[in-house]
């Protein structure tokens, strides 16, 4: 079984930073090592569905328009991590943030179901 664990969070001012890390450990239910698995973020605000953040793994890293240029996805091999930079952080990025591996071999890259040991959740506030 595979054990995910999110860390940072919590609450900034619009236009600041927050870096957000996932550490998985343990053994995937296939046997696929986590170091061949991409490794995505999605984030889920209030009344609203789940949605794609980014995705790093595979040769790959894809970034949500709403994201991009201003979150950073970088991931460590050796270690089973996978952090998320954040900055130029407005309101709407307000969530909770979620990490997960894609064991999908499909290119749905945004999909969450093609996503599986999702993290427990992680809540990013910005205030106005």
């Known amino acids: 079984q595979v054990q995910t664990v999110e860390s940072g969070g919590g609450l900034v001012q619009a236009g600041g930073s927050l870096r957000l890390s996932c550490a998985f450990s343990?053994?995937?239910?296939?046997?696929?090592?986590?170091?061949?698995?991409?490794m995505g973020w999605f984030r889920q605000a209030p009344g609203k569905e789940r949605e794609f953040v980014g995705v790093?793994?595979?040769?790959?890293?894809i970034y949500a328009d709403s994201v991009k240029g201003r979150f950073a996805i970088s991931r460590d091999n050796a270690k089973n991590t996978v952090a998320l930079q954040m900055n130029s952080l407005n309101p709407e990025d307000t969530a909770v943030y979620y990490c997960?591996?894609?064991?999908?071999?499909?290119?749905?890259?945004?999909?969450?179901?093609?996503?599986?040991?999702w993290g427990q959740g992680t809540q990013v506030t910005v205030s106005s």
């Open positions: 790093i793994g595979n040769g790959i890293t």
């Open positions: 343990g053994r995937t239910f296939s046997g696929r090592t986590f170091s061949s698995l991409a």
């Open positions: 997960a591996l894609k064991t999908g071999d499909t290119k749905s890259y945004a999909d969450a179901s093609e996503y599986h040991y």
